[in-house]
């Protein structure tokens, strides 16, 4: 700011350098002319020559000045430039006290008096506005005069010495009031310019933002409810002129945000705009408050938010609703859930959730494949859709599994349960109705084949605690279990008996770990026979050594264990123990050719490291391979053919053989059997409890032996107790049995003693 003033004194003083030093030389001009009858005229034309030339020295310099742009930083060295031509002229006219002084001559000298003080005073003036050049041009124009005038302090002198010294007085201060008016002044004007210099800058700025190309911007004036301003962007968006938008009020593009004239319009605001063309854009509008000349606008800027809406709502569906039938998934259904359960219990108002889970799918997704299984679960949701309708959300947890939540059923148990049990009923027999589906059969497409499916359902009310969702799932899901266990196409309703169930449940999981990590499974062995009683071979049979009960078979856990995942880690343990004892038995000139027979559940068999894992195991163990057979139950041959066969084969180049367990139980079809490479079909022991009895047994052991034989496999009965049941299998063509009549599965030790004799 310093600088700046100084640059505008110096534009003062120089702009009035012109008139000062000719009005100056006019003035020195009178003054020579009236004293030449007085004074030389060398001594007049010398002094005048002396002022001409200094004035025209300062007429240059001012003139550099004027005409030159002068940077901030070079102010002081003008000044001084300045300054130094004042102090030469103030010099030659003091001078004029000396050298054009006429002794004697009052009127002269009083002319000489008047000259200096007019001089004097209107450089104060002129120059006020740089105290360092008036002041001494003034004192040095009429201070020598008076001490000439005064000095021999008569008595006259005196009085005018006290008159001048009030002259001098009012003088000096003018000079400095003005002086100082002048420096406000200009700081005044610098300011404002500044001012303006900022409030142009912005503007421009406010103007370029606003007609950014991009971005569409509006200003509507609040009182008119008028769009009063708009660029192109917005023109463009709207698919109007700027004009047209001009003359429009919010409304006409349905640019409501929450409602004009209140406080909550300012901020950001998600909604939807109207454009010409009738279509709708998702927006988020910015809303600011702005005052221009009195009149109270709204500045909004509008960004289409439309694609990112539409990406939104797309990874939503994705993440929370199942692709395939477009019901909410369990991620949803569990956060639903979730505020279902807190929302009845504050409000005492029941729910319940419906776990319902489809009889044999798998098998229909197996057998008939998986396109239409997805057919079956697309129709199965929207038969389950339009029977609840709005009184419930239909969720999908994953494969089979699907859910109604019910809310609203009132705050009495009984009512809410009768409630439930209707629309619960309702959904059963719906999905219980035929499905008719188009032929896969390429040429017989238009023909609609009828498939039945059939649900199993349990149902968890909750309302009385606040219980997680997890656990309200879990409930339902033991209820749809028991709805299975007594015979499917049921509803099952969830009591505390079956959380007992659901505690021995996670209880029974953890023990199970523990005996694993503990050494608490153990292998017990039975032996297989032939027609004449002699052992061709065993069956390695898993037992968990429970240390507070007696030994638990594996029936009580082995679903368990799979559900849980540590059928992995327990199917190794068992291949690789099972190995161990045949390596040793191996050993033995009596039990050299005896095959080892190890079960291998479907979850352990379709692992993609299954063959690894046993290849790894055989290798280690470094037994005859060739004596080693796993027993694959239905459930594991069925579903990826191709991938079961790649397996089996992979297997058998190794030596292992294969053999399928509890025959006629499960669903393979003829089909299927015979592509796969198998060595044995084993019959299952509930057709052979009752062979001697049951005239539908005998049919489906014949039925059996039929197919080996055809298939060129050889056969085994288990569960032989009685002479009976051997006599009968052995006259329908069955040469190798297993069964209590035989021996029953022993524990190694024991096992080994007649084994190995
Ligand atoms: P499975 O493979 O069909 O085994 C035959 C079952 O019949 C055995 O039951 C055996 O003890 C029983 N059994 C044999 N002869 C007779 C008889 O004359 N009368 C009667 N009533 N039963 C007889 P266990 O040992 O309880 O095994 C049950 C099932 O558990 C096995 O059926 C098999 O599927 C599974 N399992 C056993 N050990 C393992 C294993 O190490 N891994 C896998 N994945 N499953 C196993
Ligand atoms: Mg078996
Ligand atoms: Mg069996």
Redesign the pocket.
């Known amino acids: 700011m310093e600088g700046a003033v100084r640059l505008e004194q110096l534009r003062v003083l120089y702009s009035g350098q012109k008139l000062a030093v000719s009005s100056g030389l006019v003035l020195a001009l009178i003054l020579v002319s009236f004293l030449s009858e007085v004074i030389s005229l060398q001594a007049t034309s010398s002094w005048f020559l002396t002022l001409i030339l200094i004035g025209i020295l300062r007429l240059w310099d001012a003139s550099l000045f004027l005409r030159g742009a002068i940077e901030v930083n070079e102010g002081n060295h003008w000044l001084i430039r300045f300054r130094l031509g004042v102090y030469a002229t103030a010099m030659v006219w003091a001078s004029a006290c000396i050298f054009l002084f006429p002794e004697h001559d009052i009127w002269h000298q009083t002319f000489i008096g008047f000259a200096l003080a007019g001089l004097g005073i209107s450089v104060a003036i002129g120059y006020a506005v740089d105290l360092h050049s008036a002041i001494p041009f003034f004192t040095a124009a009429t201070i020598p005069f008076m001490l000439r005038m005064f000095l021999p302090l008569e008595a006259f002198a005196i009085s005018m010495g006290f008159a001048t010294v009030l002259f001098l007085t009012v003088v000096y201060s003018s000079m400095w009031r003005i002086h100082h008016y002048l420096i406000e002044n200009i700081k005044l004007r610098l300011d404002s310019a500044r001012r303006n210099t900022v409030l142009l800058s912005s503007e421009q700025r406010f103007r370029q933002m606003f007609e950014r190309p991009v971005t569409p911007m509006m200003l509507i004036d609040k009182t008119s409810n008028r769009i009063v301003a708009a660029n192109e962007a917005a023109a463009k968006f709207y698919q109007y002129s700027v004009e047209q938008l001009q003359e429009m009020s919010p409304q006409d593009i349905e640019m409501s945000w929450v409602g004009l004239n209140s406080e909550q319009d300012i901020g950001s605001h998600v909604c939807r705009h109207r454009l010409h063309d009738q279509s709708y854009r998702d927006v988020e509008i910015y809303v600011s408050a702005l005052s221009v000349d009195g009149r109270d606008l709204y500045f909004a800027i509008i960004h289409d938010i439309t694609e990112r809406k539409r990406v939104e709502a797309e990874v939503f569906q994705l993440a929370f609703y199942d692709a395939l039938t477009g019901l909410p998934n369990r991620r949803l259904i569990q956060d639903r859930l979730q505020s279902a359960i807190k929302h009845s219990c504050v409000e005492h108002d029941r729910g319940c959730l419906i776990y319902l889970d489809l009889d044999h799918f798998k098998s229909i997704n197996d057998i008939q494949g998986h396109e239409l299984g997805d057919r079956l679960l697309i129709e199965v949701a929207r038969r389950m859709m339009d029977s609840v309708g709005y009184a419930g959300m239909v969720g999908r947890l994953g494969g089979d599994e699907f859910v109604v939540l019910l809310q609203g059923l009132g705050p009495h148990a009984h009512e809410a349960s009768v409630k439930a049990a209707v629309i619960a009923e309702k959904v059963r027999e719906v999905l219980s109705q035929p499905y008719f589906f188009e032929s896969s059969i390429p040429s017989q497409t238009s023909l609609m084949l009828a498939h039945y499916s059939s649900s199993s359902m349990g149902v968890s009310f909750f309302g009385d605690a606040l219980i997680p969702a997890a656990e309200l799932l879990k409930q339902a899901e033991m209820a749809m279990y028991q709805a299975k266990g007594d015979g499917r196409n049921m509803i099952r309703y969830f009591d505390p008996s079956m959380q007992q169930a659901l505690e021995d449940h996670a209880l029974l999981s953890a023990e199970l770990r523990d005996a694993l990590l503990n050494d608490h499974f153990e292998?017990?062995f039975?032996m297989q026979v032939d027609s004449a009683g002699l052992p061709i071979g065993a069956?390695?049979?898993?037992?968990w050594k429970h240390p507070e009960r007696a030994v638990v078979?594996?029936?009580k856990f082995?679903g368990h264990i799979?559900e849980s995942g540590l059928?992995v880690p327990?199917?190794n343990w068992?291949m690789q123990y099972?190995c161990q004892r045949l390596k040793e038995w191996q050993a033995h000139e009596s039990s050299r050719c005896r095959v080892l027979?190890?079960?291998?559940?479907a979850k352990?068999f379709h692992q993609n490291d299954f063959v690894e894992r046993v290849t790894t195991i055989v290798a280690e163990s470094g037994i005859d391979s060739n004596y080693l057979k796993l027993?694959l139950?239905e459930s594991a041959v069925i579903g990826d053919i191709h991938d079961t066969i790649s397996k089996m084969e992979r297997l058998r180049a190794l030596g292992l053989r294969f053999s399928l367990?509890?025959f006629g139980t499960g669903h393979s079809s003829l089909k299927y059997l015979k592509h796969l490479p198998l060595d044995q079909l084993?019959i299952?022991?509930s057709f052979?409890?009752d062979l001697t009895t049951d005239a539908n047994d005998a049919a489906i052991v014949d039925a059996v032996i039929g197919m080996a034989q055809a298939l060129q496999l050889e056969v085994i009965a288990?569960?032989?107790?009685t002479e009976a049941q051997r006599d009968i299998l052995l006259a329908k063509g069955c040469k190798y049995f297993?069964?209590?009549?035989f021996s029953?599965?022993q524990p190694v030790k024991t096992f080994e003693a007649s084994w190995l004799r």
């Open positions: 292998l017990y039975q069956e390695a049979l898993l037992r078979g594996p029936e082995i799979e059928i327990v199917g068992v099972a027979a190890v079960n291998v559940s352990q027993e139950t367990d509890d084993k299952d022991q052979v409890r288990e569960g032989v107790e297993q069964g209590f009549l029953k599965p």
